[in-house]
Structures are given as C-alpha cells and as structure tokens.
C-alpha cells in the first residue's frame, strides 16, 4: 500500500476505535460499505464502527464475526469475516460530517455512513438536524435495501476536526470535492499554505477544521488499495 502525506498539520482523530495492536476479534452489525474502497463499516452493540478491508462486501445489515490486523491508517486488513445472521436495528456513534436533502453523512470509525433523516431534514430553519461537526449517538432502522433509517438522535458534544474518506470528484482554486459512497459529494476549502498533489479519482481521507458549517483541509492522505490482506468468508 502506497500512502503519500500530503500535508502534515496534526489534527485530532474523530471517530472512536481500540488501541488493539495487531491482531483483533470483534462482532457487530454492517452498517456501511464502498466499493471504491473495498471497505465494510461494522458497528458494535455500544455503537463504536471500526472499518474493515475486505476482498467481498458484505450486505448491509449482517451480523459478522471478523478477525483482522490493525493497519497504520487506523482501518483493519480482514483475514475473516464470518455472517451470522442479519438484524434490522443498529447504533451508531459518529461525527455529523455534512447534511444533506433528508440525510446525514456521519464520519465514524474510518468510514462515511450516510443515515436517512426523512421528513426531518424538511423543517423550516429552526429544525433541530445536528450541524457539521456535532458528535451524535444514533439508532437506525436498516432497510432491505441497505438504507439507514434515523429512529433517535442523541447530540453528545461538538468536534472541531472531522474526517472525510471518498473518491476526489473535483480540485479547483481554493477547494477539493469528495464522493462518498451513496453519491454525496462534500466541499472541502483548501488554505492557500496547503499545496495538493492530488488528481481526480485518487482515493483519500481528509481532516477538516470545522467552522459553522464549512470545512476546512487540515491533512490529506492518497492511498493505493491494490495490497492483499487476506480472504473472507
């Protein structure tokens, strides 16, 4: 795995996950996959996501058994990924990245998982959706599509940095545009001291500051995701 820092100002980590070194085991409920990035974002009973690379997704909804090595960037190479049922309910614990028509992109655990806020996110102005960089317990209900259903929301405090994984879409003066997987595209400003070595399609994880409602790039990572790191069932 190639991973080219970008830019290299400390930022604090969002999203949180075990200090497991090496080896780990830990079951939980599928919550979030990419394609792009051959990820699968699984949620604990206390709602901790930790991000697995895997060679085959799994469904959305799976309850999974997995065995993985804890990697640099803070995601797990999967050497075993066992379904062993599916559930229709999960916990999430996230950072409120952007808001959308009726959805929320939460950034949890090294992955983006956008929940559906139906006619919430309709208010007038004075609706209670969490803003950009608001921490949150939520419970949703997993479709048999795969969507994720808000049910309850619980704003547990304020984060200044969150984090951005995604396909670049865009680079121009002054900005970076990422998609995330589900197709929302996030609009990152880029300070004139960051110089970017980044091109349309790379595959990165961005820290951003969080000020009102726009984002700022603080770090980016590219990242090449062609290493194997074992198979699942």
């Known amino acids: 795995m190639r991973r080219v820092v970008i830019a290299t100002i400390a930022a604090a980590a969002v999203g949180a996950f075990p200090a497991w070194a090496g080896a780990a085991t830990f079951k939980g409920i599928v919550v979030g ?8 974002a699984v949620a604990s009973a206390r709602g901790a996501v930790h991000t697995l690379r895997v060679h ?3 469904r959305i909804g799976s309850v999974v058994t997995a065995t993985g090595t804890l990697r640099a960037d803070g ?8 379904v062993r049922g599916r559930a229709h309910r999960a916990h999430i614990r996230g950072v ?6 009726a959805r929320l992109l939460l950034s949890a655990g090294k992955s983006m998982i956008l929940v559906h806020t139906g006619t919430r996110a309709l208010a007038a102005a004075g609706d209670d959706t969490p803003a950009v960089g608001t921490a949150v317990d939520t419970e949703v209900e997993i479709e048999n599509d795969g969507d994720l259903d808000e049910q309850e929301t619980t704003e547990v405090g304020e984060q200044k ?21 589900g197709g ?8 004139a001291t960051i110089h970017l070595t980044l091109a349309v399609g790379d595959e990165v994880e961005l820290k951003a500051s969080v000020q009102g409602s726009t984002l700022t790039l603080v770090s980016a990572e590219s990242e090449d995701e062609d ?7």
Do not use: C, F, N, W
């Not at 995601?75 to 066992?82: C, L, M, P």
């Not at 409120?96 to 028509?101: K, N």
């Not at 290493?227 to 069932?233: A, I």
């Open 33 to 40: 996959k990419s394609a792009a990035r051959g990820t699968i």
């Open 56 to 58: 085959s997704l799994v």
């Open 75 to 82: 995601t797990y190479a999967a050497k075993r990924v066992s």
């Open 96 to 101: 409120v990245a952007a808001r959308t028509h």
């Open 161 to 181: 940095t969150v984090e951005i994984e995604g396909t670049v879409v865009g680079i121009a003066a002054g900005s970076i545009q990422v998609r995330i997987e």
């Open 184 to 191: 929302v595209i996030v609009t990152v400003a880029v300070p």
């Open 227 to 233: 290493e194997g790191d074992g198979s699942d069932d």
